[in-house]
């Protein structure tokens, strides 16, 4: 049997991390244990003996195919000089095996080893923009254009601050080095938003995922989970475990049983994931005593999730926190998400929703960040202000502008919930 996802997902980090430390190169560790994890597939599907342990055979593989090409190069280095003399005796020249060995014993320490390579990738001498392109692409799995989509740039940028990332690590620390457990604690904050960023990505694009296994949402809360084992009392960390909670806790009424995508008031709360709920709560309980980013977003959560229906959920308190939450870290979709907080608790205050120039002020500040935000701003801002066209009365003028949508999303359940509220049939 060739080795499942599943496996797959839990072996590549400890792969890369034993790679790292053996070869000191992290762009190393990642070529060769990519050529290990080909021969594994081939190895099984030719017939070969049954791999027991993926993780060990694969690393044993790369670091034979490391000090192959090692000796080869070695090889090739010392020769050069010599092409031109005939007399030279190759045979003569000796072969060393380089094996630059991690010498901080980590798992002594239990570290997870997705932590490890978290720790590594956010370090000090690579921008912070660079530090979550590199994290985010070697440690999270994700692809640049999806790396790209999250930071608001181009796939070419992104493709650029990777290489460059890749570059100052080598240049400021040589060999694969995982940081100590002080040095780790300054980089803290970095790795938390790369651990919430491959979250949203998976928010944001899977709303239904087929395949439990490649589960990029589920991976981030066992990343989630491992940091919370080793920073139990950081408010910022259980926040961002109780947002990855609430969040897979929601995600079984985003979408009908047709799969097409929900609006907020559409979901049948009887779906949600009690389990994952009750923990996510205790998460947010245990950070409230925090004022930071995520303790604030995990309280936010908190108030969705607990709400008994759409129409009693605390809104204005919600506005207030995500006023809070801009102050603190200003995004554009913090800004489209006040915005909409902002105009559902003037509505639940309206007599009549279908007033004329009720949410003036807040469609005027939806319609600038749809057309100079980033592209995933951009499309935030877009489906709210149909929606809010929709809940006013003004069906018309949202059906088309469900219309465009349809044409430019890219996740297949929110395209056919466009495609439903534009009135057409999906295709």
Do not use: N
Not at 4 to 26: H, K, M, N, Q, Y
Not at 398 to 419: H, I, K, M, S
Request: glycine share 8%; proline share 5%.
């Amino acid at each position: 049997m060739i080795p499942g996802t599943g496996e797959f997902e839990e072996a590549w980090p400890r792969i890369v991390r034993a790679l790292a430390s053996f070869t000191g190169s992290l762009d190393d560790a990642e070529e060769y244990a990519a050529e290990a994890v080909a021969r594994a597939a081939a190895h099984e599907r030719d017939g070969g003996r049954a791999i027991e342990s993926y993780a060990a055979w694969c690393t044993s593989v790369a670091k034979r195919a490391w000090l192959d090409d090692a000796r080869r190069r070695t090889v090739e280095r010392r020769l050069a000089p010599e092409l031109a003399r005939p007399d030279t005796d190759h045979s003569s020249l000796p072969v060393t095996d380089r094996t630059a060995m991690d010498a901080d014993d980590l798992s002594r320490e239990g570290l997870d080893d997705r932590l490890a390579l978290l720790f590594v990738a956010c370090d000090e001498a690579i921008s912070p923009a660079s530090r979550m392109v590199l994290a985010l692409r070697v440690v999270c799995g994700l692809t640049v254009p999806e790396i790209a989509g999250h930071l608001g740039v181009q796939d070419g940028a992104a493709a650029a601050r990777l290489t460059r990332a890749k570059r100052a690590l080598s240049e400021a620390r040589g060999a694969f080095h995982v940081p100590d457990a002080t040095e780790r604690a300054r980089r803290l904050p970095v790795v938390i938003a790369c651990v919430s960023g491959m979250f949203t990505v998976a928010h944001r694009t899977v709303l239904d995922p087929g395949d439990a296994l490649a589960d990029t949402g589920r991976q981030a809360l066992s990343i989630a989970d491992a940091l919370v084992a080793a920073y139990p009392d950081d408010t910022e960390v259980r926040g961002l475990r109780a947002v990855i909670r609430l969040g897979l806790a929601r995600r079984p009424g985003r979408v009908d049983t047709d799969g097409t995508g929900l609006a907020l008031d559409e979901v049948d709360r009887s779906r949600w994931d009690t389990g994952l709920l009750t923990a996510g709560l205790d998460d947010a309980t245990a950070a409230a005593s925090g004022d930071g980013r995520f303790a604030i977003e995990a309280a936010i959560a908190g108030l969705h999730s607990s709400a008994p229906s759409f129409e009693r959920t605390e809104w204005p308190r919600i506005v207030q926190l995500y006023g809070a939450l801009e102050d603190r870290w200003p995004s554009p979709s913090v800004r489209v998400a006040r915005l909409v907080a902002t105009a559902h608790a003037r509505l639940a205050d309206e007599p009549d929703p279908t007033t004329p120039g009720a949410l003036d002020d807040i469609e005027r500040e939806l319609a600038s960040i749809e057309t100079h935000g980033p592209a995933y701003a951009s499309r935030d801002a877009g489906l709210a202000l149909a929606d809010l066209e929709w809940r006013t009365g003004r069906r018309e003028h949202a059906a088309g502008r469900y219309r465009d949508l349809a044409e430019v999303v890219a996740v297949e359940p929110l395209r056919r919930f466009c495609l439903r509220r534009a009135g057409l049939t999906p295709r």
